[in-house]
């Protein structure tokens, strides 16, 4: 009988046509990423070439005289739909806005970047976390759109600035990695934010919400990558992770230091934690980038792909439960909180520097370096986990004379001194002075 159907042409195509579209529909992802290839993806449709304001209609969510809680009377949820939603958004970026410009916009957003919907009780508590270095002008430009944004949606939100401090390689994952940590200091968040600087949200129908089942990708439709999403395990740009998720993939890795390679090491600890990554419709994901050059001291990791090696083996041992910083100030400005951390130099940026008098002299590549330590080290126990476990506190190397940091001193600035917030202070004894300044946004600046 199968001798007979396979004589006949039609029987035939029909099963190497079945046998197609079966390995297709595993190796594209499932049946989301199929019918997104050959038929229309779903979701709502929406038109960009009519945008709207990004302040529109914000004014209706200003309380008209000041509430008074009423103890026995609790506010209503908010809707799980925001009334106040209008789609797309016009985004540009011809002019940078000033501090006082953009606070002057949002009467409603409190000291550090806080703010609480007026009238109803807010169905998600979301801190936005951003990494920053020498960014001035981007982060202007994003806190200018992304208030208004997240206000609409009628969310109780926080946003944090982590300003790496110095010039040594910048590290974009461990940065996040001690955004989360001092964050949930603040507040039992429900859902993280990981945001670059650089990327503005055109839709405010992308709800800054987590899946509560999977790490959800958010940047899905770029305009760098002609809206569409680069390769099926893209997670970078900006994605959410509720605290448990991010605890459940131990963090954000902390090696890598430079351009590259820590987004798809995070989408390989989120499928050996158990988990899928999860995605709005592309036609509600859109993001416009604001063009910059090259920045220095963030140039191409060249370690990235050994990394990458690694992440099987290493992702239980490099992550939150390995991560080490001082907090060298904490500043409430009115639009955002900013963190001034010391996160250390790249290890191997010694390496990669010829020893003097010996620049003839062939030394090792990292690469063979970084192969021979994997083959030198056996695997850990994944569950084992290590000593130190996933605690929230941040890990503090003891100091080289064997004593312990002095513990964070708080203090409120005096009023009139331009910082318009208030400071914390981290000293640690025996500390080397901060290899850099705080170039975040200062009040008034452009």
């Not at 806080?114 to 990494?131: D, K, L």
């Not at 944090?160 to 507040?187: M, P």
């Not at 140039?299 to 290493?314: G, K, S």
């Not at 500043?331 to 010694?350: F, S």
Request: charged share 20%.
């Amino acid at each position: 009988m199968l001798r007979r159907l396979l004589e006949r042409p039609r029987s035939l195509a029909l099963l190497v046509g079945c046998q197609f579209a079966f390995v297709a529909y595993f190796s594209l992802g499932g049946f989301r990423s199929l019918t997104s290839l050959f038929g229309r993806a779903g979701g709502p449709v929406f038109d960009y070439s009519r945008t709207h304001d990004v302040y529109a209609n914000l004014s209706r969510l200003l309380p008209r005289e000041p509430a008074r809680p009423d103890p026995a009377r609790p506010l209503p949820f908010c809707p799980e739909h925001s009334p106040f939603l209008v789609g797309p958004l016009t985004v540009t970026f011809s002019r940078v806005p000033t501090l006082e410009q953009i606070q002057a916009k949002n009467p409603a957003v409190r000291e550090g970047g806080r703010y609480q919907p007026p009238g109803c009780e807010p169905r998600s508590r979301t801190a936005v976390i951003i990494p920053h270095r020498n960014r001035e002008t981007h982060l202007g430009h994003l806190l200018y759109y992304l208030h208004p944004f997240l206000q609409r949606q009628q969310l109780q939100y926080g946003i944090y600035v982590v300003h790496q401090a110095g010039n040594s390689t910048f590290n974009r994952a461990k940065l996040l990695n001690v955004g989360v940590k001092e964050a949930l200091k603040d507040e039992e968040w429900d859902c993280l934010f990981l945001h670059d600087v650089d990327l503005i949200p055109e839709n405010d129908h992308n709800l800054y919400t987590c899946d509560p089942w999977n790490p959800k990708h958010v940047s899905v439709a770029m305009n760098k990558f002609g809206y569409s999403l680069p390769y099926p395990q893209y997670f970078g740009g900006v994605s959410a992770l509720t605290p448990d998720q991010y605890m459940k993939i131990n963090g954000f890795p902390n090696e890598y230091w430079g351009w590259g390679g820590e987004d798809d090491d995070i989408a390989t600890r989120v499928r050996l934690a158990g988990m899928k990554i999860a995605r709005p419709p592309v036609s509600i994901g859109h993001y416009k980038m604001v063009k910059h050059k090259s920045d220095k001291g963030n140039e191409e990791n060249p370690h990235r792909f050994d990394l990458l090696i690694r992440t099987q083996r290493m992702w239980t041992q490099d992550g939150m439960n390995s991560l080490s910083y001082v907090l060298l100030a904490k500043l409430l400005h009115p639009l955002y909180t900013n963190l001034t951390v010391d996160i250390g130099t790249d290890p191997r940026a010694a390496r990669r520097a010829p020893a003097p008098g010996h620049e003839g002299q062939r030394h090792r590549s990292s690469t063979s370096l970084f192969r021979e330590e994997m083959l030198r080290k056996p695997p850990r126990d994944p569950a084992a986990w290590g000593d130190r476990g996933l605690s929230l506190t941040p890990h503090r190397p003891p100091a080289p004379n064997g004593t312990q940091a002095a513990p964070g001193i708080t203090q409120r600035s005096p009023k009139g001194n331009g910082d318009g917030g208030t400071k914390v202070m981290v000293r640690d004894e025996g500390m080397a002075a901060a290899r850099g300044a705080n170039r975040s946004l200062a009040q008034g600046s452009r």
